[in-house]
């Protein structure tokens, strides 16, 4: 497998997956503004929609969308209990959140990223975040994680905390999203795919 990826884009979550699954896989870099990959090849030619994750499988297949491509290497995993089983409701709890986190937290995120959002629309972004930082927040008082133990929701919400600092939206308000992001970090899987993309020493 190849994981196609951006530094600190929403790549990183498949990428920590990646290594907290224990996969044998390979990276390629892409440049999101030439849309070109470390290669040099289009990287509309890999994903049409131009934006990464993009996993490209032994059989030809790429994946994309960061919710669906950690979901497809923690079946690949299923020992590393990175996602419950089918039929097992705490799947069924994780996935919820995964989506949320697409939902709810990445989508506002990038109205804050985005130079041609108007001024109204990153307010509105900003004004949501704060509530669903508050909710998530509260989910996690008491908690390590975000359901029993460590799962691809985890990965993800890390990766988007992450992207706080980048647009300055503190997260002072909520300790506990310090404690969580500071605590998600310090796994051997996470700090592997950080080094990997240069984003710690």
């Known amino acids: 497998m190849k994981l196609y990826f951006s530094p600190g884009a929403c790549s990183l979550s498949p990428h920590i997956v990646l290594h907290e699954a224990g996969l044998d896989f390979s990276t390629e870099r892409v440049d999101l503004r030439q849309k070109l990959t470390a290669g040099g090849v289009d990287f509309g030619t890999i994903s049409p929609n131009g934006y990464v994750p993009a996993l490209a499988l032994d059989d030809g297949t790429v994946l994309t969308e960061a919710a669906a491509v950690v979901q497809y290497l923690a079946d690949r995993a299923p020992a590393s209990g990175l996602l419950p089983p089918v039929g097992d409701i705490a799947r069924y709890k994780v996935l919820s959140w995964l989506t949320f986190i697409s939902s709810e937290l990445h989508k506002n995120f ?44 985890d990965a993800y919400l890390f990766t988007v905390l992450g992207w706080a600092d980048l647009v300055k939206v503190s997260l002072a308000e909520w300790p506990v999203l310090g404690e969580y992001r500071a605590r998600i970090a310090a796994r051997p899987a996470v700090q592997q795919a950080l080094r990997a993309e240069g984003l710690v020493k």
């Not at 985005?114 to 989910?139: C, F, I, T, W």
């Open 110 to 153: 990038s109205h804050l990223f985005n130079p041609a959002a108007s001024e109204d629309m990153k307010a509105h972004g900003r004004k949501m975040l704060a509530l669903r930082l508050a909710y998530v927040a509260a989910q996690l008082e008491g908690r390590d994680y975000l359901e029993s133990q460590f799962s691809v929701a």
